[in-house]
Structure formats: C-alpha cells, structure tokens
C-alpha cells in the first residue's frame, strides 16, 4: 500500500502535458558583464582573445546571450565608428592549478597544455567554428533566445575532468572607420587598404587573395584620410547572459554551426570519418554583363554537408557580411528548414546603421515540425549582391537541435526521477 501513491503520482506525471512543466520565466537568472577594455584609435583593429572572462557559473541551461560594444561611459557605439566584425564565446576546461597570464597586450591568455577546448556539435574541422554563440554587426538585432522548455547544458560536473573547471573564452574582433578612406573595403579586410603582404604568423599572403581576416588581424591599420584626427578610446564589449539552473525537465539542444565554404571529402578508407574544410570566408566578385546566367547581381554559394546525427530544429539563423542578401538552409528533399534574412539600418544611431547589417532574421518553428534526419545531408545556400565586389564574407548557419521533443524527454526524465525515490525506500 506504501507504493500505490508514488505510481499513482508518476501515472499523473506522465499524461501531464509538457507544457505544464515547461515554463521558465519565472526561474531566469539575467547578468550583464564587461569584457576587458579594448582601445581603437582611426583606422585601427582590435581582435581580442580573453581567457577565464565573466559567466555565470554551475550547473545551468543557457536561455540567450546578447553583446554590443560601448565606451567607457556605458554609451553604445554605431557601427559607422566601430565596426563589430565579430564576437566569439567559446568554452573549455581549465586545469586548476593554473591561473591566465597577461599576453603581450595585457589580455589574457593560457598555454596551450592547460586547458581542454569543447567544441560544439559542429560538423567543421578541429576547432574551426567551434564556439558556443557569436554574432557580428547584426549582434543588437537577432534574438538569440532558446524556447522553454529547452536549454544549452553546461556545467555538469559529472562531465567535467578531475583537476580541472568550466571557464569561458572571448574573441572580439572591431574595426575603428572614423576617418577611413573606403568604411566598406576597411570593415571587408581588403589587404591593398591595410597594406599588408605577411599575415599575423608573418606569413607569405597569396598574390591572389584580396582581403579578409589574414589583412586585419590584431593592431593591424586601415588607410586613414590624410590630416584625418581623431582620439584613441577604450571600448568594452557588454554582454548579457540569461540562464536557468539545470533541474532534470530542461530539453537539451546541441549547437551545430555549418559553413557554406565547406568542403566534405569522402573518406578513402574504411573509417567512414568525413573530412571537412571550413574556410569561414569567401569573395564575392562583382558582377560582369557578359555572365548573364538570369541572376543578375546575386552571386549565390551552395554547399552540401551530411549530417551524420539529427533531430528536431528549435532555432535557426544565418551569419552574413553588408552586401548579403538571405541565406536558405534545405533538407534533401529541397523542404526549407530554416530561412534567415538580413536587415539593413536607415539611420545613424546604434542598432540602425545605414548600409549595415543590424539584425538577421530567425527561426523558431513549432518543436516537432522541423526534423533533420540521422544521416541526412542538407543544402546551405549563401546569398550576396555582387553589384560590387565583396572580400572576406560569411555564409554560416547556426542551428540548435534536440534529439527529443519535450514530451517524450519529460517521460524519461520522469521515470529516472521516480525509480530513483523509489530504490531511496529500499536502502
């Protein structure tokens, strides 16, 4: 008789809609952080990496993370002053018996032998593509919110090696334009207006190669109109993270970042392994009347990219450069999965830039509707105007994928939890 009421709750439980159970709101912790101070004078760049930055910390289920750049007054700054090429969070594990160390430009940093990198479920090689979130020029308007009842787990301590803990990675990469004789060709990275022939490694450039990030890495300096001044100041990157703490409700999603200058290589031995070659960047070369092909003005980049594990789409959207027109993620059946359409500013103040992307559209289809099969190889499509040449642009989808809808993890989740009490009565 003791266990009729226990198998009478979890009876209850188990034909309770999820739904129920799936409300957040309440329980969503909100911190908003300061990356390290970062200066920028005319025509100068800053690409940042800060190891063991601000986050929140334990075990927890990541809700959105939100970034702009400001002055030292809290102040945001236009795009058209400094331009946000990108930000970059990435995770790892750091052993504890080390602390970071101020590198050369007093950010910090690590040896490579103290941490572990955790990439996410990302299919690109190695540690291409591999953080957690990031955003650029669009970073003040694209949501990055993730549905109840789902979450980015991190922090589980169960996951986590012994000697070691959860830190946080920042990559900041701004560009200063006030002054700049070309603010387009300085925010594409276009060597000839950095003057550049060696890379950051001091490395050869190809004779070929026009521009992108091998030309405007760090302090690094565009051409600035003779007589030009203007004065250094320090920028900070503000960053807001909401989260819940991880109870055993929260659906987990995986984040998968997928490139359209992904190249997949068939593996000649019977490993099955598949070889990716992310570039992350392209040119857009402008357009010639004596290519007319019916798409006048779009230059249109396609890839195709297996996936070797699915699930359900719970968000999706697309990273582009000014000059992007859309980006369209297909399944192999040519059904749209997700659609993400850049927005243009009209304006001068922050967040409505004329001529710049300031927000990308996203995806939040009904969980269920969108599913991605094991195996399936999809079609990344990358869109751009090429009225103009364009250097170093980006074609990247970011999407986040559950393995289980909400109802049939809260039946697992809730069995686990009950047989568990249940076995605590015997012992």
């Not at 409300?23 to 911190?31: P, Q």
């Not at 334990?58 to 400094?82: C, M, Q, R, Y």
Request: net charge negative; proline share 4%; glycine share 10%.
């Amino acid at each position: 008789m003791d266990l009729l009421l226990p198998l009478t709750i979890l009876v209850l439980m188990l034909d309770t809609p999820c739904g129920a159970f799936g409300k957040m709101g309440s329980n969503v912790k909100t911190a908003v952080f300061l990356s390290p101070k970062f200066e920028l004078e005319p025509g100068s760049v800053a690409n940042k990496f800060d190891y063991g930055v601000d986050f929140p910390r334990g075990h927890i289920a990541l809700k959105s993370f939100n970034a702009e750049v400001v002055d030292e007054l809290g102040n945001p700054v236009p795009l058209h002053e400094t331009y946000l090429h990108h930000w970059v969070v990435a995770r790892y594990y750091q052993a504890k018996n080390v602390t970071t160390h101020a590198g050369y430009d007093g950010h910090r940093v690590l040896h490579q032998s103290d941490y572990i990198m955790l990439r996410n479920s990302g299919i690109c090689q190695r540690n291409a593509l591999g953080q957690y979130f990031g955003l650029g020029s669009e970073t003040r308007g694209t949501a990055t919110d993730v549905p109840d009842p789902f979450g980015i787990v991190v922090g589980d301590p169960a996951e986590i090696p012994d000697g070691y803990e959860e830190q946080w990675l920042l990559n900041i990469h701004a560009i200063d334009t006030r002054g700049v004789v070309d603010k387009m060709g300085c925010t594409e990275c276009r060597c000839d207006l950095y003057n550049v022939t060696k890379d950051e490694n001091g490395e050869p450039i190809r004779s070929d190669y026009k521009g992108g990030l091998l030309c405007c890495y760090d302090e690094t300096q565009c051409k600035v109109r003779e007589g030009f001044e203007g004065l250094k100041r320090s920028l900070y990157l503000r960053y807001t993270v909401k989260w819940v703490d991880w109870d055993e409700f929260i659906v987990p999603v995986k984040i998968y970042i997928l490139d359209v200058t992904d190249t997949v290589k068939i593996p000649d031995d019977s490993s099955g392994v598949l070889e990716h070659d992310c570039r992350t960047e392209y040119e857009v070369e402008s357009f010639s009347s004596d290519k007319k092909d019916g798409n006048d003005y779009l230059h249109v980049k396609r890839t195709s990219v297996p996936m070797q594990k699915g699930g359900y789409v719970i968000y999706g959207v697309a990273h582009q450069h000014s000059g992007g027109t859309g980006s369209t993620l297909y399944g192999k059946d040519g059904r749209v999965i997700c659609s993400s359409i850049p927005k243009y500013g009209k304006g001068k103040d922050a967040g409505n830039e004329e001529n710049y992307i300031v927000g990308m559209s996203t995806c939040y289809p009904r969980p269920g509707s969108v599913k991605i099969i094991d195996g399936e190889t999809l079609t990344l499509e990358s869109n751009y105007s090429n009225s103009r040449g364009h250097t170093g642009v980006m074609g990247l989808f970011y999407l986040l994928v559950a393995e289980q809808l909400p109802h049939q993890h809260f039946r697992h989740a809730s069995r686990s939890s009950f047989f568990t009490n249940i076995n605590s009565l015997f012992e």
